[in-house]
């Protein structure tokens, strides 16, 4: 079965500062790979996703590469905002299978 | 696209009532739907899985007699919680999936009180 391993948080930045939220995953086969964020009172939105190897998924400057070498999808942003805040999610999801959760990463972002 | 609303967005029922929630796909035709639970600061906990016209796929520990799904038509689940207790009280969300795709499309959840 699917298993993810997400950097714990709290997470707190600046305005502009570099994001990472590492994630690693373990699957028994090639798992598509998801990133969700879910804003303050509100559901899960999709925020990107590779579906295989050395692919880069990218949204509002968030970026997360595929790396079946290290099963990786660590999530990044060069220059993050306020409106940023919110909890992030990784989640592995092999077809006709199960999408599991990573524990979630809180991240504030302060003016 | 792929929008799913959920009914209500909030809802405060006192122990003991049952209280329904609606998950429905507003353009287009969602063949599986789920239901998730989140606690506070927690990640989500799938309650089960739903095909349209069959009886939904319970997660391990999670009382089916409780928590009664239906998926009647392709776009819409309902979710009852009957006899609901305060430890009941939850942010459920639900999701939809169209026919033969894997991708998800998440509800904005409702938060169920039990007073």
């Known amino acids: 079965g699917n298993s993810v391993t997400q950097m714990e948080g709290p997470v707190t930045l600046s305005e502009e500062a570099f994001l990472t939220i590492n994630c690693t995953y373990t699957?028994?086969?090639?798992?598509?790979l998801f990133w969700y964020v879910q804003y303050p009172g509100e559901g899960l939105q999709l925020l990107l996703k590779?579906?295989?190897?050395?692919d880069k998924g990218s949204n509002k400057g968030f970026e997360a590469t595929y790396r079946k070498e290290t099963t990786s999808f660590h999530l990044e942003k060069g220059s993050v905002q306020v409106s940023d805040s919110a909890v992030y999610f990784c989640a592995p999801y092999l077809p006709w299978g199960q999408l599991t959760f990573g524990s979630g990463t809180q991240l504030t972002v302060l003016p | 696209g792929a929008v799913v609303s959920q009914h209500p967005s909030r809802v405060i029922c006192k122990s003991g009532t049952s209280v329904k929630i609606e998950c429905r796909s507003l353009?287009?035709?969602?063949?599986?739907m789920f239901w998730y639970r989140q606690f506070p600061k927690k990640s989500l906990m799938l309650m089960a899985t739903s095909n349209e016209g069959s009886k939904a796929t319970y997660e391990q520990g999670v009382e089916k007699d409780k928590f009664l799904i239906n998926h009647a038509s392709l776009t819409l689940s309902t979710l009852t919680v009957t006899s609901a207790h305060p430890e009941d009280s939850s942010f459920y969300i639900c999701?939809?999936?169209?026919?033969?795709?894997?991708?998800?499309?998440f509800g904005p959840g409702t938060r169920l009180t039990v007073t």
């Open positions: 999701s939809a999936a169209r026919q033969g795709y894997y991708e998800q499309y």
């Open positions: 699957a028994t086969g090639y798992p598509s």
């Open positions: 590779a579906t295989k190897a050395d």
């Open positions: 353009d287009f035709q969602a063949t599986t």
